[in-house]
Nanobody, 122 residues
Framework: QVRLVESGGGLVQPGGSLRLSCVAS????????MGWYRQAPGKQRELVAD???????NYADSVKGRFTISRDNAENMVYLQMNSLKPEDTAVYYC????????????????WGQGTQVTVSS
């Protein structure tokens, strides 16, 4: 079984910062990539940033220059440093991992965490 757990969400004022963390645990053979998605009320889930082994990082245009994704491969962790937060960044943030389990299985949609709420408001 594979489990992803996010942490670090909360309430922050516009212009503030938050750092999200996600750890993948369980019977994991190899992690190819990890990323962050978000879903605001009434909107579709969208990619925020991802980091793929050997291919670098990718960011949504709306967060470029403000958010930074990083990864600890040894601990199967991914982080999202969010600076200069705006009210439109308010959403539930989800962690996703593209990985192969110890049983040799790979979910084409990746594995998801339960999400962490980020609210940007004064």
């Amino acid at each position: 079984q594979v489990r992803l757990v996010e942490s670090g969400g909360g309430l922050v004022q516009p212009g503030g910062s938050l750092r999200l963390s996600c750890v993948a645990s369980g019977n994991i053979f190899r992690v190819y990539g990890m990323g962050w998605y978000r879903q605001a009320p009434g909107k579709q889930r969208e990619l925020v940033a991802d980091i793929i082994s050997g291919d670098g990082t990718n960011y949504a245009d709306s967060v470029k220059g403000r958010f930074t994704i990083s990864r600890d491969n040894a601990e199967n962790m991914v982080y999202l440093q969010m600076n200069s937060l705006k009210p439109e960044d308010t959403a539930v943030y989800y962690c996703n991992a593209d990985l192969i389990t110890g049983w040799g299985t790979r979910n084409p949609n990746g594995y998801w965490g339960q999400g962490t709420q980020v609210t940007v408001s004064s």
